[in-house]
Nanobody, 122 residues
Framework: QVQLVESGGGTVQTGDSLLLSCEASGRTFSNLDMGWFRQAPGKERDFVAAIMQRGAVKSYAASVRGRFTISRENGKNTVYLQMNSLKPEDTAVYYC???????????????WGQGTHVTVSS
């Protein structure tokens, strides 16, 4: 079982940036594929981004491509989500996801963190 702890959320204005972090424990981090999902108020959880074990392969939702960047530091057991040019529609709870299988991560399976709130005001 993987334990995930997200941090870095907050309230910002349109156009600002935020860096989310997610620290994992319980499994060898370099064996895990990692991802970020988000859930806006009253909506379902949506895929945001994912990164493979060594970071060579990344995937992004169309809505964030070019604004968000996912990265990882295997030596720190941490995955990041750099969010730039934030918009009010990015307001959501952001969740970190982990699994040994890429397909499981991008489809929203695996282990989940508790989430961190991001609010973007106009």
């Amino acid at each position: 079982q993987v334990q995930l702890v997200e941090s870095g959320g907050g309230t910002v204005q349109t156009g600002d940036s935020l860096l989310l972090s997610c620290e994992a424990s319980g499994r060898t981090f370099s064996n895990l594929d990692m991802g970020w999902f988000r859930q806006a108020p009253g909506k379902e959880r949506d895929f945001v981004a994912a990164i493979m074990q060594r970071g060579a392969v990344k995937s992004y939702a169309a809505s964030v491509r070019g604004r968000f960047t996912i990265s990882r530091e295997n030596g720190k057991n941490t995955v990041y989500l750099q969010m730039n040019s934030l918009k009010p529609e990015d307001t959501a709870v952001y969740y970190c996801v982990a699994d040994l299988r890429w397909g499981t991560v991008v489809n929203g399976g695996g282990s989940w963190g508790q989430g961190t709130h991001v609010t973007v005001s106009s």
